[in-house]
């Protein structure tokens, strides 16, 4: 690269503004974000970001599965683009860097070289992925756009039909929309995306970037124990159908198998209801989600066979009936070589210390790994805490990334 290209850096207060304005969309007033996707909090969002754009001078897009991007065209019409990104969307009650970081990082990466005058090989564009948090679809924008996402998905939402349906209204989209933003693999030159760690590898060992190697796979269930309802004064504890006990034994017994069988994998659940739902009733049904993730593909496969014999047990264990519904599965993803190496390059020139280090998370860059070359990088969580109000990466970790991405992003762009 030239000297012009190597000495380029971003405006770390510019970047630092438009990211304290979007904070304060959706703010819980904790420093945390309640953004969720297609809430009044998240139109919100996407619409100050498509006004920013627009006030930046730079094109502004959107797709029919309502992705949101900047636009840096190059000198051919015709040349791939390079996407950089996140997402705008968050967990219930989460934090404010989480995805938000990745968009403001590569909207500064555009707005850095269009103001420099430097014309790369490539179309850039700094994308907003629909609900990467998957509250209704997991991955939606960026599956969407890979053409991952199915018919038979949007039938099963997380969030149910009904919501589903009305947050698409909402945001102006259709079930026949969201297959028109397929892109092909021949109109992109690749993905880059900087996002917080959201653990404490780097903290620890005082590293300044995570140069992502692979990212997990994962596998997801809806199920449900199904016992029998009785007063809880009365019954007996030896003749209860208890669908609480039921979950409660498989998610300790979980723990125990992960951690003994399993040590690189990691399995939750995440949210549990009871019904009748009442202190005085034993719980005749208990419905839940449960998911599990490892970086190896046969290991994920061998994690899912276990939960469900371990699930069936416990159904056996207490006399109830299970339901268990398969939600999703994504296989590990590796990272793109070159990239990866674009990144170490980029952080050796910026003096900064790197490693090269799994995603434990799951993330948009996730989807689009057959359809062109794609590349991640971390930067530190402090404490490692993330889907939280208390999430939180020092600014000047966040300056130092999103100049490795600008980096990377020349390097990647100048052919």
């Not at 015709?78 to 219930?92: E, F, N, Q, W, Y």
């Not at 028109?180 to 590898?201: C, D, F, M, N, V």
Request: glycine share 10%; hydrophobic share 40%.
């Amino acid at each position: 690269m030239t000297q012009a290209f190597s000495s380029l850096r971003i405006n770390p207060d510019r970047m630092l503004d438009a990211f304290n304005q979007l904070a304060a969309i959706g703010s819980t007033g904790d420093g945390g974000v309640n953004r969720i996707t297609f809430s009044e909090a998240h139109l919100a969002a996407r619409k100050w970001f498509r006004e920013h754009i627009q006030q930046s001078g730079l094109e502004f897009r959107t797709d029919g599965a309502g992705n949101h991007s900047a636009l840096l065209p190059c000198t051919d019409p015709t040349a791939p683009t390079l996407i950089l990104g996140s997402h705008l969307d968050s967990v219930p009650k989460g934090g404010r860097f989480d995805g938000a970081l990745g968009v403001m990082a590569a909207l500064e990466v555009l707005k850095t070289i269009r103001e420099s005058g430097i014309k790369l090989k490539v179309q850039l564009e700094a994308m907003d992925f629909t609900d990467e948090e998957g509250t209704h679809l997991s991955l939606f924008g960026s599956s969407a756009i890979s053409g991952h996402l199915s018919r038979e998905a949007l039938k099963n939402p997380y969030s149910g039909r009904e919501n589903f349906t009305a947050g698409l209204a909402r945001a102006g989209l259709t079930e026949d929309s969201l297959f028109t933003a397929k892109r092909p693999k021949e109109s992109l030159a690749g993905y880059l995306e900087l996002h917080i760690e959201q653990g404490k590898r780097l903290e620890k060992r005082g590293i300044n970037i995570g140069v992502v190697s692979a990212i997990v796979g994962y596998g997801s269930y809806r199920m449900a124990y199904i016992g029998r309802a009785d007063h809880a004064g009365s019954a007996a504890m030896e003749d209860r159908l208890d669908a609480g006990q039921g979950v409660s034994a498989f998610i300790l017994e979980t723990r125990q198998i992960v951690m003994r069988d399993f040590p690189n994998c990691v399995a939750n659940v995440g949210k549990i209801e009871f019904a009748p739902g009442a202190s005085n009733i034993v719980p005749a049904r208990a419905d839940f989600l449960l998911e599990f993730r490892s970086p190896d593909g046969k290991q994920l496969s061998d994690l899912e066979t276990a939960l469900m014999k371990l699930a069936r047990e416990k159904a056996e264990q207490f006399g109830l009936q299970l339901n268990a519904e398969p939600l999703g599965r994504h296989a590990p993803n590796l990272m793109n070589t070159k990239i990866q190496e674009a990144f170490i390059a980029s952080c050796a020139a910026l003096e900064l210390s790197s490693i090269v280090i799994p995603s434990g998370a799951i993330h948009d860059a996730q989807s689009l790994v057959d359809l062109c070359p794609v590349g991640m990088i971390f930067v530190p969580s402090v404490n490692g805490t993330s889907h939280s109000p208390f999430e939180f990466t020092e600014w000047q970790d966040c300056i130092n990334g999103t100049n490795v991405l600008l980096q990377a992003a020349l390097k990647l762009g100048s052919g």
